[in-house]
């Protein structure tokens, strides 16, 4: 049977390390040392802001003049879901909400490992048709199809092309994670999808597994800093 996706309420994320993903100690909250620049990202210890520097520097901005530290801060990504071709990055967003936002789960991600949910962002424009290779596409996909989820489609609301992605999970999600997700995924549908199993083929969704993906990503940060992209220095394995 075919997986369904609906709206669902999720918690953000608590505050733990941005690189190794820990929360603090019990008593030891205020020692977790955010970055002054953003006021994002979170450290448990100099160590691990040091390993994470290169990949932070390429997203750190201040905060906007909307920004309050009365509200609760996650790290999410966001997006206008667009043909992956023809799009020019993901930004670095922070989601300024009460303890709890809605989103769709997006399935394949958490046969990967890294659940995601998509939140629609308020103000949103809508698309006149949907590009069957375009963002939301590959992260709502059926895993076992790699077709666009029916649930999916059905819900009006599908129309929205503005979104911010969060990981449901210890970790913060950057740009460069996002993307590497996308990538995979659009890969998998690539490569798999005129596969059959009548001809011995496995199914996609043997395919999407957690080891898989680190493969992919190690290749893929690879690929990323041989173009001399900014941001893309070592691959931290506990968020690949």
């Known amino acids: 049977m075919s997986p369904t996706t609906s709206e669902i309420e999720f918690e953000l994320p608590s505050v733990r390390c941005s690189y190794c993903g820990l929360p ?44 309050s530290s009365r509200y609760p801060l996650a790290w999410g990504v966001s997006f206008k879901d667009v043909p992956i071709h023809s799009r020019s990055g993901f930004e670095s967003s922070r989601c300024l909400s009460s303890p709890q936002t809605r989103g769709w789960v997006c399935p394949a991600t958490e046969l990967i490992g890294i659940p995601l949910y998509i939140a629609p962002v308020e103000n949103m ?14 992260l ?21 092309t503005h979104y911010t992605a969060y990981h449901n999970g210890k970790h913060p999600l950057t740009p460069n994670t996002f993307e590497t997700i996308v990538a995979f995924l659009k890969m998998i549908v690539e490569t798999v999808s005129g596969l059959s199993p009548k001809d011995g083929w496995s199914p996609m969704r043997s395919f999407l597994t957690p080891e898989a993906f680190q493969l992919f990503s190690i290749q893929y940060w690879d690929r990323q800093r041989n173009a001399s992209r900014t941001g893309w220095g070592e691959l931290n394995h506990a968020l690949a």
């Open 24 to 67: 603090p100690a019990p008593g030891r909250e205020k020692a977790m040392k955010r970055c002054i620049t953003c006021m994002l990202v979170t450290y448990c210890s100099p160590k691990c802001q040091k390993a994470h520097l290169e990949c932070h520097l390429a997203v750190c901005h201040p905060p906007s003049a909307g920004d």
């Open 125 to 138: 424009e809508y698309a006149s048709k949907k590009d069957l290779e375009s963002i939301c596409h590959y």
């Open 140 to 160: 709502m996909m059926d895993p076992d199809t790699g077709f666009s989820l029916d649930s999916w489609l059905c819900d009006p609301r599908h129309k929205e």
